[in-house]
């Protein structure tokens, strides 16, 4: 077990609130989770050297103010964590009726109980950091929609990190019946960091979540995340997942089938440079029958860049007439980068069909000759065919003013890829 | 302390090095002094002895891998017997009646002349000095073309200097733990060689070489192809074969030296338990064969057999230029379990690979396809395609696929396909209504399913294989 494992465990010990109960089981787990090295299967390709190394402690300072970057042309209720702590004072605004965002410690004893009930129940218990981050997240923010409510301003939690600072956030979201939620997680870390930042969304039949995710910081940090999601009979999701690389960043998300005819999408693009690492692992879990799965994960690698990507479908045994895709498709600008992947199928049901394709290739040579040819410079086609490559995902963003803010971002990001 | 250690090894000594190379069959059990008499027993040299040792060494040090989807009770290795001569005429059934009839109805559905059931059977026959002769004329003409071809045990013998040069080359000792294990106790086995610029005349069969009986549970083979020359070899057969050892660990190495081929074929149908998976063979298998220089390997399998299948036949693409193919057909059913595939190693500039996967599963069985392809740095413009397809026939058996896909260099190009899919209600129905029994139907839809490996077949096998499909999945419909 390493050090800072161990001192994770030991600050987690002085910790005795509302989740008690859950923190015991998950320090019980952890008490016995070996410390992964090369030979875990789920950490094979990412190196924990980083974590091991960290100078990062938590910080508390009231003075250190940190604001999530604006968006044009778009409005949402923020809420802010800042070195892992809340500002209560963002709960005090006036909400949309049928939603409701308080901190777990400030529910009344009904709603704790239930609260209590639901959490870590979407997020696998085999997620490392994910029990590190059951033992010690403090403000732990609780969403939830009533059945029924569409509310249509959407909802940003954004993690923001100071230099050499560590942090834990979490946030539970539960979806009543046939209501309607949009939720923006984004992480904005600062050199020396060290995050984990996991969500469980539990969606209730008929509803519907429109989900993003954004780590487009760069740098010495690290960030490890999770977003989990159960869905219900009918139940509906879609997900966009925009990350760069830092020293160590790394995401699980679970998509878990836990009713009938419930139907996921997922679309996720890494953009890797310099020496950074990004590594996604996704699981879906086709529990019961009739669902349906799209997968699309696409990443362009440069540099000494190295991506890695598990994506991993499982088909219960009575999960029969499921439909599950999985494409990955990957550019390898360098031949220092690296790219690791590995679409997984496990199946057990027979009335299904299931496909993955994965491939991994450098940018079209004809595509950029024939650019050239019409008087664009190499890197400039470089970045147009990039561009184009990620380009299609972002035309799948449900949000088209996300879409546009996050569109000259990458664009900025390719054009600072093609320099080196 | 040390008194323990006395102890421990006076009580190895007690079992003895004291070898009675009369005895048939060694009592279970696994030490250096059990390695020893084997070594004894094929009359080797001290090199090859060392070379069993320092395995044997590493081995003990190796732990079970666990990452394979499979599931079986943990293996003793003390309870196991390491060697066992051949059995004597008299131990054999003395005809076909008091052979197994199901085995009995199988050959005959494949259609196996009688004199083959009976070798196949081991029933101790004079007919079997015919197929001596066969071998003989296949011998000479062997020879006649500067083709070695004989068991291992022999070449240790006769061309110590090729297998000093070869053997662990390509599967070194401490490769895997059943690799290790292997170097370590491997009875028998064949050795081939192949001179410069020679296309070896026939097709090298395991099924026709003279000790063919009870090679034991722990085979090696080792080809090498020098350079410019062509073997097509054929390892086991479609009839189903008895034995009484449960757990296999082969070896098998490639040497395809620079514009030098190797095709490799496999069939195997060994016995897979009864309907609990009771009594099947655990056929834990390493394969590798390297490529030099224009190279090419062409691993064609086709899986029936086996309660337990671990195998992943690969190649080392390291000269430029070099080609590795993989076509494999994995047919589960019963209680079965396969984890098998391959891996393709790039690393010489314009390598290239296909694989071919097709898993079937039924009954009760899982059966997955486990593959890695890897383009390290050097691997310019190397390119690979791989395409794994699973269907189910049943809802109680599993499907599964694992690919891991490496790639370290921008100028590779890697492509990687799945599908996983079921016998479908309309393919079903066209065949029905132009009066196939479902059966048949069935049995037609597997092979067309199949049709890309078993056209890498030589073509007599590839019309076995097709049969023994059909037999293997009769029941599993409905």
């Not at chain 1, 449900?398 to 000259?408: F, G, I, K």
Request: glycine residues 6%; hydrophobic residues 40%.
């Amino acid at each position: 077990m390493s050090e800072w494992l161990e001192s994770a465990i030991t600050r987690a010990q002085s910790i005795n609130d509302w989740l008690a109960p859950k923190r015991a089981n998950a320090l019980e787990l952890l008490s016995t989770t070996k410390w992964p090295t090369r030979k875990t299967e789920a950490w094979r390709y990412t190196p924990l050297r980083v974590v091991e190394r960290t100078k990062a402690k938590s910080i508390d300072d009231a003075a250190i103010r940190l604001l999530p970057v604006a968006i044009e042309n778009f409005s949402a209720i923020e809420l802010a964590f800042v070195n892992g702590k809340l500002d209560e004072s963002q709960l005090t605004n006036a909400l949309p009726k049928g939603l409701s965002i308080s901190l777990g410690q400030n529910l009344s004893d009904s709603e704790k109980a239930q609260a209590l009930s639901a959490f870590s129940t979407t997020k696998p218990d085999r997620h490392l950091f994910g029990l590190v981050n059951d033992v010690l997240a403090q403000d732990v923010v609780i969403i939830t929609v009533e059945a029924g409510a569409e509310i249509s301003e959407p909802v940003r939690i954004s993690s923001l990190l100071s230099q050499g600072a560590e942090s834990h956030t979490r946030v539970q979201v539960s979806l009543g019946e046939g209501s309607r939620l949009s939720v923006i997680e984004d992480i904005q870390a600062q050199g020396e960091s060290l995050s984990t930042a996991f969500v469980e969304y539990n969606i209730a039949a008929k509803a519907h979540l429109e989900h993003y995710r954004f780590a487009l910081q760069t740098g010495t940090n690290v960030s490890i995340g999770g977003s989990h999601f159960s869905l219900k009979d009918h139940a509906k999701m879609h997900s966009t997942i925009v990350s760069f690389g830092s020293d160590l960043s790394r995401l699980d998300t679970d998509i878990i089938h836990a009713g009938e005819f419930a139907d996921a999408k997922l679309n996720a693009m890494h953009l890797l440079d310099g020496k950074e690492l990004f590594d996604l692992h996704a699981t879906v879990e086709h529990a019961m029958p009739n669902g349906t799965t799209e997968e699309n994960v696409r990443g362009i690698v440069a540099d000494r860049a190295r991506s890695v990507f598990n994506g991993r479908i499982h088909i219960h045994r009575d999960a029969q007439k499921t439909l599950a895709e999985l494409n990955n498709r990957n550019l390898l600008m360098s031949n220092t980068a690296e790219i690791n992947t590995k679409p997984e199928l496990e199946i057990y049901a027979d009335d299904v069909r299931c496909a993955h394709g994965a491939t991994v290739a450098e940018i079209d040579k004809q595509a950029l000759y024939y650019l050239q040819t019409r008087g664009v410079s190499r890197s400039k086609a470089q970045v147009m065919l990039n561009f184009g490559f990620i380009n299609e995902l972002i035309d799948l963003m449900p949000n088209a003013a996300l879409a546009e803010w996050v569109r000259p971002i990458i664009r900025e990001r390719f054009a600072q890829m093609e320099v080196k | 302390m040390t008194e323990q250690i006395d102890k421990a090894l006076a009580r190895e000594y007690e079992a003895g090095f004291v070898s009675d190379v009369e005895s048939e069959t060694f009592e279970p059990g696994l030490d250096e002094s059990v390695i020893r008499r084997i070594s004894q027993m094929k009359n080797e040299p001290e090199w090859m002895l060392e070379w069993r040792l320092s395995a044997f060494r590493e081995w003990l040090e190796m732990e079970e891998p666990d990452w394979a989807l499979v599931d079986y009770p943990k293996i003793d290795f003390q309870a196991i017997s390491y060697y066992s001569a051949p059995k004597s005429m008299k131990d054999k059934p003395k005809s076909l009646d008091e052979v197994d009839p199901e085995l009995l109805r199988t050959y005959e559905k494949l259609g196996i002349p009688l004199i083959e059931q009976q070798m196949l059977a081991g029933v101790a026959v004079d007919a079997v000095f015919d197929s001596v002769s066969v071998v003989t004329t296949f011998r000479d003409k062997l020879e006649e073309a500067g083709v070695i071809f004989c068991p291992i045990s022999e070449a240790i013998q006769k061309y110590p200097e090729l297998i000093k040069k070869y053997i662990g080359s390509v599967v070194p000792k401490k490769d895997n733990y059943y690799a290790a294990l292997n170097c370590a106790v491997f009875t028998d086995g064949s050795f081939v060689y192949i001179p410069k610029g020679t296309r070896c005349p026939m097709e090298l069969s395991t099924y026709f070489r003279i000790n063919e009986q009870n090679t034991g549970q722990f085979e090696r083979t080792l080809i090498v192809a020098d350079e410019g020359s062509h073997v097509s070899y054929l390892e086991g057969c479609t009839a189903p074969q008895r034995d009484e050892n449960q757990l296999h660990a082969a070896v098998v190495e490639l040497v395809a030296m620079d514009n030098a081929e190797i095709k490799y074929s496999t069939v195997q149908n060994w016995y897979p338990g009864d309907e609990d998976g009771k009594g099947g063979i655990y056929n834990f298998v390493t394969k590798r064969g390297i490529c030099h220089t224009n190279a090419k390997i062409s691993w064609t399998q086709v899986e029936t057999g086996s309660a337990v299948t671990w195998k992943y036949p690969s190649c080392v693409l390291k000269g430029d230029n070099s080609v590795g193919e993989f076509y494999s057909v994995a047919l589960t059913r019963g209680r079965q379990q396969a984890d098998t595939g391959t891996k393709m190693i790039h690393l010489g500039k314009n390598t290239k690979s296909t694989i071919i996967s097709k898993g079937i599963s039924a009954g009760k069985s899982n059966n997955s396809y486990r593959g890695l392809v890897r383009m390290n740095p050097g691997a310019d413009g190397a390119r690979n395609f791989t395409q794994c397809d699973s269907l189910l026939i049943g809802d109680k058996c599993g499907a599964h696929t694992f690919p891991y896909v490496e790639s370290r260099n921008p100028s590779a190009i890697i492509e990687h396909e799945a599908t996983t899919s079921k016998v479908s209600d309309e393919q079903m129905f066209l065949c029905r209504q132009r009066g196939l029994d479902p059966e048949k139907a069935v049995s037609m839809i597997v092979n067309g399913f199949c049709k890309e490996v078993f056209k890498e077949l030589p073509m007599e096998f590839a019309v076995e294989a097709g049969k023994l499909l059909e037999i293997s999945l009769e029941g599993s419909v409905g």
